[in-house]
C-alpha cells in the first residue's frame, strides 16, 4: 500500500486548492468517501463555507488571489504541512496548470487531473486545434501556429475572409478574443488581443479561426483512467452566453439530430485517446446545423458539471478522486444511461443593465430555492460579503425534469423562489428568468447569438 494511502487504495487527505462552490462541493464528495479534507483561504475567505465545511483549514494569504489561490508555494506548503496526499484543484485559478501540476508531483503530491504535459498541449488553444486536427476532430479555417505579426494576420484573412475570430493561444473563461467583422477593425483587433493576452495570461500569442455567427456551442463530457478506459457522458449545451462567457446549460442538447450526437461523443472520445488525457474533460465543439467543429479542450471539471451529474447519475468529483488515486473506470460505455432533461443557470452578482458589472457586497437575505429536482450549488449565506478579488458567481441553480418543458418551468419556478438582497448587490436572477420565457429558447433553437441582440446583455 503507498503510503498515505488506505487500504482500498484512496487518499486518506485531499487539499482542495480554491475557493467559493466548487471547494465546497469537493469537501462534500470527499466526506461523502472517507476522505479527510484541507480548505486553503484567502483572508476575505476566513469564514466561507468550505472553511467551515473541511475538517482542516489553512490561511495561506492576503484577499488577491496572485498572494492566495494562485500562489502556489503556500498552497503545496499547506498540503504537506496538512499530511495530505493529492490536489483537488476545483476550476479556475491553478485547475489547469502544468507547472503547478510538476510542482506538486515533485512534492510528491497528485494533482487530481491529467498529466503536466497533456495539460500544457491541451492549454495551448492553438497547438490543441492542431493536433484535434491530426487527430481527424473537425476544426474551422484558420491558422495551426500563433501568429506573429500583422502582415501575417492580413495574408490569414485573405485566404479564409471575414467574419474571424483571433483568440488567446494561452486563453479560456470567455477572456481574450475579440471578433472581426470589418478590414479596418482587423488589425486594432489583433494588437488588443495581443495586449490583453499578455496582461492576463502573461502569453501574448494568438491564432485566429473563421468566426461563425450563428451557431450552437455543445460540448462532451469525458472521463478517461489511466488504464486506457475513455467514456463520455454525453453532451451540454451551452449556447446561452453573453461575451464568450456562460449563462445557462443543459443536457442533452435541445434539437440536436441522433447523428450529429454520434459525431460529436466519437470525436471527443478519438481526441481524448489522441493526446493521453486522463481523469476528468471537457472538448467544446461548435455545431451549426450538421456542421461541427473543435474548439477547445478543458482539463478540468467545469462550472457546468451537475447537468451531466443529474442526467446520468454520476458523480464526477468522485470519478476524478478514484482515477488519480489510480483505480479503473468501474463502468463501460454501454453501462452510461441519460435519462430525462437538467438545466442549469449560474446567477451572478452581477448588474446586466450596466454591462454586467460585477456588484461586491454584502448579503443581507440569501433563501434559495428548494423542492423536488432542484440543486444549489453555492458557498453564500446572510452575512457573507461578495468579494471585489474573484469571479462573481453566487449560486448555479440545477434542476430535473422527464422533459425539457418541465425543465424550463421547473427553473423558472426556483429562480422566482429564490430569494436574494444585500447592500450593493444586483444579479443575473431576472434575465435568466426572462430567457426562460424566450420563444426562441423555449423552442430549442437558440445560437450563441440569443443575447446579442438583447439591450441587458
Known sequence: MTAGRRPDGLFETVLVANRGEIALRVVRTCREMGIRTVA???????????????????????????????????????????????????????????????????????????????????????????????????VLPGTREPVDSAPEVTAVVEEIGLPVIIKASAG?????????????????????????????????????????????????????????????????????????????????????????????????????????FTGAGTFEFLVDGRDIAFLEVNSRIQVEHPVTEMVTGVDL???????????????????????????????????????????????????????????????????WEVSPHYDSLLAKVIVWAPDREQAIARMDRALREFRIDGRNIRTTKELLRDVMADPVFRSGSHTTSLLDVRPDA
Not at 496572485?66 to 485559478?93: C, D, M, N, W
Not at 495551448?124 to 487527430?135: E, F, G, H, I, Q
Not at 489510480?326 to 450596466?354: I, K, M, S, W
Open 317 to 383: 468529483v468522485r470519478e476524478q478522486i478514484a482515477i488519480a488515486a489510480g483505480r479503473p473506470l468501474g463502468f463501460r460505455q454501454e453501462d452510461v444511461r441519460h435519462t430525462g432533461v437538467a438545466l442549469e443557470c449560474r446567477v451572478n452578482a452581477e448588474d446586466p443593465r450596466r454591462g454586467f458589472a460585477p456588484c461586491p457586497g454584502v448579503l443581507h437575505e440569501f433563501v434559495p430555492p428548494g423542492g423536488p429536482f432542484v440543486r444549489v450549488d453555492t458557498h453564500a449565506f446572510p452575512g
Open 40 to 138: 486553503v483561504y484567502s483572508t476575505a475567505d476566513r469564514d466561507s463555507a468550505a472553511v467551515r465545511a473541511a475538517d482542516v483549514a489553512v490561511h495561506i494569504g492576503p484577499g488577491p488571489a496572485k498572494q492566495s489561490y494562485l500562489y502556489p508555494p503556500a498552497i503545496v506548503e499547506a498540503a504537506l504541512r496538512t499530511g495530505a496526499q493529492a490536489v483537488h484543484p476545483g476550476y479556475g485559478f491553478l485547475s489547469e496548470d502544468p507547472d503547478f501540476a510538476e510542482i506538486c508531483a515533485k512534492n510528491g503530491l497528485v494533482f487530481i487531473g491529467p498529466r503536466p504535459e497533456v495539460m500544457a498541449e491541451l492549454g495551448d488553444k492553438a497547438l490543441a486545434r492542431s493536433l484535434m486536427a491530426d487527430a481527424g476532430l473537425p
Open 172 to 276: 479560456g473563461g470567455g477572456r481574450g478574443m475579440a471578433v472581426v467583422r470589418t478590414w479596418e477593425e482587423l488589425l486594432p483587433a489583433y494588437r488588443s488581443v495581443r495586449a490583453a493576452a499578455r496582461a492576463v495570461f502573461g502569453d501574448d500569442r494568438v491564432y485566429l479561426e473563421r468566426y461563425v455567427e450563428h451557431a450552437r456551442h455543445v460540448e462532451i463530457q469525458v472521463l478517461a483512467d489511466e488504464h486506457g478506459g475513455v467514456v463520455h457522458l454525453g453532451e451540454r449545451d451551452c449556447s446561452v452566453q453573453r461575451r464568450h462567457q456562460k449563462l445557462i446549460e443543459e443536457s442533452p442538447a435541445p434539437r440536436l439530430d441522433p447523428a450529429t450526437s454520434r459525431a460529436l461523443r466519437a470525436a471527443a472520445v478519438r481526441g481524448a485517446r489522441a493526446v493521453g
